[in-house]
């Protein structure tokens, strides 16, 4: 496990824990170059770096920032980069010069060549998902998760017959409706309303009324068959047809990242 560390009194309490353990900590260095969050400021990053090298049971071993809008602002993102470097530089006239530099998350790895460094930090990019919206991957880069569930029941409802909580949803007709056990509680948003899309039978349907816990509904359009235990794919391919997980996050008005570390515990994983 390495440790980030940014103020003194940090330094000094991880010292103090490696030592009690008989081990030596490894240690990085972040520094806020505009995100705000967690990091030394600038001005402050030789002091802590200079503690760092001379603390005993610590090995400093890297330096590192982070983006804050890498997809999106190309001169926010390359004044980040200036700051870091005048920061390493200021580092390596004091011969500090710690064997890890990094700050490219996916969207910077792919985007600025000279954030690389010599470690980058790549995130959802490298489980095949596209950092732009209907962006192609780098080469061999393939999506590695689908998430899928199955229908378990189908009904044929009346005209007029509500649907879920709250009778959010009322039949327009005599309609097919079909469950499936898929809800918030496995990570498929509640809100917006009526926004889920399934691809079922090669085709994308809408689900419809609220979103339960653990079941959804989807309307079965009255040119299609469909079967108990047939496969309803919320983030995959199925007959030619996809649904990414760009496309769910735009429709929950989030990003992608929130989407695949939204999917919980309880959804069974089946690795390949």
């Known amino acids: 496990v390495d440790f980030m560390a940014w103020d003194v009194g940090q330094v000094e309490s991880i010292q103090a824990t490696a030592k009690s353990m008989?081990?030596?900590?490894r240690v990085h260095m972040?520094?806020?170059t505009g995100m705000g969050r967690m990091g030394v400021m600038p001005d402050q990053a030789l002091a802590l770096a200079e503690a760092l090298a001379a603390a005993p049971d610590i090995d400093f071993k890297g330096v590192y920032s982070h983006f804050h809008t890498s997809e999106s602002d190309p001169d926010g993102s390359r004044a980040q980069l200036k700051v870091f470097n005048t920061v390493l530089d200021a580092l390596k006239d004091?011969?500090?010069t710690p064997p890890l530099i990094h700050m490219a998350n996916s969207e910077g790895t792919l985007r600025y060549p000279e954030a690389r460094y010599n470690m980058v930090r790549t995130g959802v990019v490298t489980y095949g998902v596209p950092f732009e919206p209907d962006g192609l991957l780098p080469d061999g880069i393939q999506r590695v998760?689908?998430?899928k569930s199955r229908i378990v029941s189908i009904k044929r409802l009346l005209a007029g017959h509500g649907v879920g909580y709250s009778q959010a949803y009322k039949t327009k007709a005599e309609e097919t409706i079909a469950i499936v056990p898929v809800g918030y509680g496995d990570g498929l948003h509640r809100y917006p309303d009526d926004v889920n899309e399934f691809i079922v039978g090669g085709r994308i349907l809408k689900t419809v009324g609220r979103i339960c816990m653990d079941q959804c509904f989807v309307v079965?359009?009255?040119?299609m068959h469909v079967a108990m235990g047939d496969e309803a794919v919320i983030i995959g391919e199925q007959d030619g047809v996809e649904i990414n997980g760009q496309m769910v996050a735009r429709?929950?008005?989030t990003n992608r990242r929130d989407v695949y570390t939204g999917i919980l515990p309880r959804v069974q994983r089946r690795y390949k």
């Open 94 to 96: 004091k011969s500090i």
């Open 30 to 32: 972040k520094v806020d």
């Open 220 to 223: 079965i359009p009255d040119d």
């Open 251 to 253: 429709r929950w008005g």
């Open 22 to 25: 008989g081990k030596t900590a």
């Open 145 to 147: 998760a689908d998430w």
